[in-house]
C-alpha cells in the first residue's frame, strides 16, 4: 500500500552499506522507515532524509517496516546544518520529541506542530540555549514528568508571590514550600533558587515560541533553570539524550551563546 504523509525527519541511521533507517515524526506519532540506498550520493532521497527536513513523504507498507518511495521536500532547513551551534540544537530538539513520541498512529500532531514551530524559530533565534529550555519544559510536560511548578510537591499549597527564594528538592522533583521544608535538610537534597525560578518554569510550559524574543534570563538564572530540568528529565522522564553532550561542549567553546541580555528575568 503506497500512502502520503506530512512528517520531519528526526533520526537518519545508516543501515547496511548503501541504506538508512529513517525515523519520522508525523502529525499523528513516530514512524521508522527504510530509505534503499540513501547513502549514496547520487540518491534522489539524500536531500530528502536529512535531520529536520520537513517534507510530504511517500510510503510503501505491506507490513513491518515501511520503506520510502518519494519526498517532496516543503522545508530543507538548510540553515540548521550549515551552522554548528544550531545544528547541535536541532539535533537534541528532534532527540527530545523522538523519546516522548509514541507510535504512528498513536501520537500527537500537538507534539509534531511544536517541533515545526520549535524548529522554525531555531533557523531565525539568537538565543538557542534559551529555546532548549523552554523545549525541555514543553517535553517534560508531555512526558507528565514535571510538577506543577508553582505549588508545593509536599502539601500542593501555592508557593506565593514573595521574593524569598525557595527549594527545589532534585529527590522529588519540584519545589517545597517553607512550611514543608525540613528545618536541617542537607544542600545537596534541597537546591535554594531565586523565587523567580519556578514562574519562569511555569510560563515556559505555554509560552509561544513568537514571545521569546521577549525574555531574557540572567545567565545565574539560566544555569539554575537547566539544572533542574536536565534532574527533571533525566530522573523523572528517563531521558538523557546522547545529543545533550555535545551541545555543552559546543557552549564551552562558544560562550557567547550563553545569553548576555540586560540584567533581568522578566
Ligand atoms: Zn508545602
Not at 510530504?56 to 530543507?76: D, H, K, P, W
Not at 517541533?115 to 538557542?128: F, G, I, N, S, T
Request: net charge positive; glycine share 8%.
Amino acid at each position: 500500500m503506497l500512502y502520503n504523509t506530512e512528517a520531519i525527519v528526526v533520526r537518519n541511521i545508516a543501515y547496511g552499506e548503501s541504506d538508512a533507517i529513517v525515523t519520522l515524526l508525523t502529525p499523528s506519532g513516530r514512524l521508522a522507515v527504510l530509505a534503499k540506498g540513501a547513502k549514496k550520493p547520487q540518491s534522489r532521497y539524500a536531500a530528502g532524509v536529512q535531520l529536520c527536513v520537513q517534507g510530504v513523504f511517500t510510503l510503501y507498507r505491506r507490513s513491518g517496516m515501511g520503506t520510502l518511495s518519494q519526498v517532496e521536500i516543503v522545508n530543507a532547513r538548510r540553515h540548521l546544518r550549515e551552522d554548528l551551534q544550531r545544528a547541535a540544537y536541532a539535533a537534541y530538539f528532534c532527540e527530545l520529541a523522538t523519546a516522548v513520541a509514541e507510535e504512528a498512529p498513536h501520537g500527537s500532531e500537538t507534539l509534531y506542530r511544536l517541533l515545526v514551530r520549535a524548529l522554525d524559530k531555531l533557523e531565525a533565534a539568537a538565543q538557542p540555549p534559551l529555546m532548549a529550555r523552554v523545549w525541555e519544559t514543553k517535553i517534560l510536560r508531555m512526558a507528565g514528568a514535571s510538577p506543577d511548578w508553582t505549588t508545593c510537591v509536599r502539601c500542593g499549597q501555592p508557593l506565593g508571590e514573595g521574593p524569598a527564594p525557595v527549594a527545589y528538592l532534585p529527590g522529588e522533583g519540584g519545589f517545597v514550600c517553607r512550611r514543608c521544608l525540613i528545618p536541617g535538610t542537607a544542600a545537596d537534597t534541597m537546591w535554594t533558587v531565586p523565587a523567580v525560578v519556578p514562574r519562569i518554569l511555569k510560563s515556559f510550559e505555554s509560552v509561544p515560541w513568537t514571545k521569546l524574543g521577549s525574555v531574557q534570563l540572567r545567565p545565574a538564572t539560566h544555569r539554575t533553570v537547566r539544572r533542574i530540568l536536565e534532574v527533571q528529565l533525566r530522573d523523572f522522564a528517563g531521558l538523557s539524550p546522547k545529543s545533550r553532550a555535545m551541545l555543552e561542549s559546543i557552549d564551552a567553546v562558544f560562550p557567547s551563546t550563553e545569553e548576555e541580555g540586560p540584567e533581568s528575568d522578566g
